[in-house]
């Protein structure tokens, strides 16, 4: 029985000595799980700060880009005012030019107006002259177409 306890008492001593092991081992493992849980601390608040240095410059990213969209607004606006100012420029000189070459073709046709105005009032003129000798021709035509009418009568008549 002595040897049972003998035999019962190694096993245990072993089995005691690998539980020691084994517990060395756990605390080996024990520093490494410290030592990750360490690390995955320091790695969650570098995630934290990079999200919020990520957000941080999302926003600056945005407010730069509502600036600039906000400029080239303003710089399109300017153009376009700028463009619209040129059109009526050129719209009014071209008007002014136009009715300055449809006073120039006014002044022309109220001079050659004027000019067939003066031509039919003498034409005109001229022809109440010709009416008048004409009736005056025709007269003294006729008068002395009486006169050797007389003439003849007279003759024949003596």
Do not use: P, W
């Amino acid at each position: 029985r002595k040897q049972e306890l003998n035999s019962l008492l190694e096993q245990k001593e072993a089995e005691h000595a690998q539980v020691m092991r084994d517990l060395q081992d756990l605390a080996e493992y024990q520093h490494i799980r410290l030592e990750q849980e360490a690390e995955i601390g320091h790695l969650e608040t570098e995630v934290d700060r990079l999200k919020i240095e990520h957000a941080e410059t999302l926003q600056q990213m945005k407010s730069n880009f509502l600036k600039e969209k906000a400029n080239h607004e303003h710089d399109a606006d300017h153009k376009i005012k700028q463009m619209k100012q040129k059109a009526n420029d050129e719209a009014v000189q071209c008007l002014v030019e136009h009715t300055q070459k449809i006073s120039a073709e006014n002044k022309l046709l109220r001079k050659e107006l004027l000019t067939l105005i003066r031509r039919s009032q003498a034409l005109t003129e001229h022809k109440l002259e010709l009416q008048s000798q004409r009736k005056g021709l025709v007269r003294e035509h006729q008068i002395t177409k009486d006169l050797k009418k007389l003439r003849k009568v007279h003759v024949d008549e003596v």
